[in-house]
């Protein structure tokens, strides 16, 4: 038997090939699940998600993600959202026009699709410097902005909330060495208490955005401005699997399958970590977008009348073939339970890239017998094998809300809502608190 005849899934349209090798996932199982699904009304939910309805709980919010990518126009720029306004757009675009230097400050999802954006971009003809400043540690600032100096340098400050204390702290800094407050940008949800910091320019977006998901907002304003067509693809992607998933019976269950999967491989399988590894160079910061997706929607307590009392896995990974000098170790040889997302590109099947993507996840999974003994390959790590048509921000934001599909259907199996944090505002709370005391 072929080792593709014994995949549990293959799914494949224009945009991404996907294997799944996880072999004791079985159809029988996968039908179990799914009469779950039909019990729980899965299909209702994932129409209220994109109708706009209440779907998180706790904090009495719709998700709106979904809704930026439909109502996106590319022929008209104040519909990035309904709160962008042309005059804020136009100060934003001549700011950074000349600008020799942007400093984008932020953390979370402030940061990981920004960054991740800066990195797919072809910035081959650009004279700007950009960086980015994320945390509380001052060193950090000191040593980024050393060869910059204030005049040539605006600040993009993008923060939800406009009260995340790390990024408060660097704001401090940054005004105190630029002195002039109208090289800020604020990009927020909540312009009020960006105001108080006398930003002039501010960006907004809704309260219904969370954080992990403020990619498709205005936190990607910058990376309109630098390249408007490669942004529409990008949320063209991601418009596309939303369709797709509102009505295309094989890629619904492709991702069911992947949601089933991962919840009864950690349910049942004891298998509580996965790693996530991109071998495509210009998309190494994947893993760390998706670390936060995962682990900060479905990082929650049990639900009661659930059946499955294990939630989120533990995601890690990074850029596949510096993995494989690291901690492929581990995943080939040791005694951790694991299992791994693989994405690669079919660009160039002749690819080193390429080629170690296709025979890892094989070796992963299937093990070899050609060694033996102490040179014995494990060969059971459950595998799941991506491989997108080519490395552009549509195909991009066609795999980014898959993985969030991927996500909101794990969490309704599991019964927990995936768009709130509690445990990261539980650190906020006591760090304000120590904080307060000291004074």
């Given at each position: 038997?072929?080792?593709?005849?014994?995949?549990?899934?293959?799914?494949?349209?224009?945009?991404?090939?996907?294997?799944?090798?996880?072999?004791?996932?079985?159809?029988?199982?996968?039908?179990?699940?799914?009469?779950?699904?039909?019990?729980?009304?899965?299909?209702?939910?994932?129409?209220?998600?994109?109708?706009?309805?209440?779907?998180?709980?706790t904090e009495d919010l719709a998700a709106?993600?979904?809704?930026?990518?439909?109502?996106?126009?590319?022929?008209?720029?104040?519909?990035?959202?309904?709160?962008?306004?042309?005059?804020?757009?136009?100060?934003?675009?001549?700011?950074?026009?000349?600008?020799?230097?942007?400093?984008?400050?932020?953390?979370?999802?402030?940061?990981?699709?920004?960054?991740?954006?800066?990195?797919?971009?072809?910035?081959?003809?650009?004279?700007?410097?950009?960086?980015?400043?994320?945390?509380?540690?001052?060193?950090?600032?000191?040593?980024?902005?050393?060869?910059?100096?204030?005049?040539?340098?605006?600040?993009?400050?993008?923060?939800?909330?406009?009260?995340?204390?790390?990024?408060?702290?660097?704001?401090?800094?940054?005004?105190?060495w630029s002195g002039d407050i109208s090289?800020?940008?604020?990009?927020?949800?909540?312009?009020?208490?960006?105001?108080?910091?006398?930003?002039?320019?501010?960006?907004?977006?809704?309260?219904?955005?969370?954080?992990?998901?403020?990619?498709?907002?205005?936190?990607?304003?910058?990376?309109?401005?630098?390249?408007?067509?490669?942004?529409?693809?990008?949320?063209?992607?991601?418009?596309?699997?939303?369709?797709?998933?509102?009505?295309?019976?094989?890629?619904?269950?492709?991702?069911?399958?992947?949601?089933?999967?991962?919840?009864?491989?950690?349910?049942?399988?004891?298998?509580?970590?996965?790693?996530?590894?991109?071998?495509?160079?210009?998309?190494?910061?994947?893993?760390?977008?998706?670390?936060?997706?995962?682990?900060?929607?479905?990082?929650?307590?049990?639900?009661?009348?659930?059946?499955?009392?294990?939630?989120?896995?533990?995601?890690?990974?990074?850029?596949?073939?510096?993995?494989?000098?690291?901690?492929?170790?581990?995943?080939?040889?040791?005694?951790?339970?694991?299992?791994?997302?693989?994405?690669?590109?079919?660009?160039?099947?002749?690819?080193?890239?390429?080629?170690?993507?296709?025979?890892?996840?094989?070796?992963?999974?299937?093990?070899?017998?050609?060694?033996?003994?102490?040179?014995?390959?494990?060969?059971?790590?459950?595998?799941?094998?991506?491989?997108?048509?080519?490395?552009?921000?549509?195909?991009?934001?066609?795999?980014?809300?898959?993985?969030?599909?991927?996500?909101?259907?794990?969490?309704?199996?599991?019964?927990?809502?995936?768009?709130?944090?509690?445990?990261?505002?539980?650190?906020?709370?006591?760090?304000?608190?120590?904080?307060?005391?000291?004074?």
């Open positions: 038997m072929k080792r593709e005849d014994r995949s549990s899934c293959v799914f494949k349209n224009d945009k991404v090939n996907f294997r799944s090798y996880i072999n004791e996932f079985t159809n029988d199982l996968y039908k179990a699940f799914d009469l779950s699904a039909k019990k729980i009304g899965l299909d209702s939910k994932i129409d209220d998600l994109f109708d706009g309805k209440l779907v998180n709980f709106w993600h979904p809704k930026y990518r439909a109502q996106y126009n590319p022929k008209k720029s104040d519909t990035f959202s309904h709160k962008m306004q042309q005059n804020e757009l136009t100060s934003f675009y001549d700011l950074c026009a000349r600008a020799k230097n942007i400093v984008t400050i932020g953390i979370g999802g402030s940061y990981e699709g920004p960054k991740m954006f800066l990195e797919i971009m072809d910035l081959t003809n650009t004279v700007t410097n950009f960086l980015f400043i994320t945390g509380s540690d001052l060193s950090e600032f000191r040593m980024k902005i050393n060869n910059i100096v204030p005049k040539d340098t605006i600040f993009i400050v993008s923060s939800k909330s406009f009260k995340t204390l790390e990024t408060l702290t660097l704001l401090k800094e940054a005004l105190k090289k800020f940008v604020a990009i927020t949800a909540n312009k009020d208490e960006a105001q108080k910091h006398n930003i002039n320019c501010i960006i907004e977006f809704d309260q219904e955005i969370g954080g992990r998901y403020s990619i498709w907002s205005e936190i990607s304003t910058l990376f309109y401005w630098l390249n408007q067509e490669n942004f529409n693809d990008f949320m063209a992607g991601g418009r596309q699997a939303d369709i797709d998933l509102q009505s295309d019976e094989a890629y619904l269950k492709f991702v069911k399958n992947l949601s089933y999967s991962d919840i009864w491989l950690h349910n049942f399988n004891n298998k509580n970590s996965r790693a996530v590894l991109s071998y495509i160079w210009t998309w190494r910061s994947l893993p760390d977008y998706i670390q936060q997706l995962e682990m900060e929607s479905l990082g929650k307590q049990p639900c009661l009348e659930s059946d499955y009392k294990k939630t989120g896995q533990i995601i890690f990974g990074g850029y596949g073939p510096t993995a494989q000098h690291s901690y492929f170790q581990l995943l080939h040889q040791g005694t951790q339970d694991v299992c791994v997302d693989i994405v690669a590109s079919l660009e160039d099947k002749n690819s080193l890239n390429y080629i170690q993507a296709i025979t890892q996840s094989e070796l992963l999974s299937e093990g070899s017998k050609d060694f033996k003994d102490l040179e014995r390959i494990n060969g059971n790590v459950p595998t799941n094998l991506f491989l997108i048509e080519n490395s552009d921000t549509y195909n991009l934001g066609y795999l980014l809300a898959t993985w969030e599909h991927r996500t909101y259907i794990t969490a309704t199996m599991l019964g927990i809502n995936p768009f709130d944090q509690f445990g990261v505002t539980a650190g906020k709370i006591y760090t304000d608190n120590y904080l307060s005391d000291k004074d």
